[in-house]
Nanobody, 120 residues
């Protein structure tokens, strides 16, 4: 069982930056480093879409729309995954959710979501 608690959303101006955090509370038998970590987002009136992921081993992948602007990272000592968002655009406005997926059985857990609004 994993509980994910998010923080860091809010309002930013176009061109600005925000950092999202997602802290995982994990069971003793399934430590943080057994979960691949993801960020997704859902804009108003649209389907949820993949944003970024970081594997247990540290490899990262990004949606084309955020590549070069967003950076995902994980801190195993803090059981936390981050999403650093730079050069924000209005179209980045969405509810951002983190996800943990077990690297073996694939069971996944979701955070509660946090709203990011990019507007002048």
């Amino acid at each position: 069982q994993v509980q994910l608690v998010q923080s860091g959303g809010g309002l930013a101006q176009p061109g600005g930056s925000l950092r999202l955090s997602c802290i995982a509370s994990v069971a003793s038998g399934s430590p943080f480093n057994t979960y691949h970590m993801y960020w997704y987002r859902q804009a108003p009136g649209k389907q949820r879409e993949f944003v970024a992921m970081v594997y247990v081993g540290g490899e990262t992948y990004y949606a084309e729309s955020v590549k070069g602007r967003f950076t995902i990272s994980r801190d195993s000592a803090e059981n936390t995954v981050y999403l650093q968002m730079n050069t924000l655009k209005a179209e980045d406005t969405a509810v951002y959710s983190c996800k943990a997926a077990h690297r073996i059985n694939g069971v996944d857990y979701w955070g509660e979501g946090t709203l990011v609004t990019v507007s002048s």
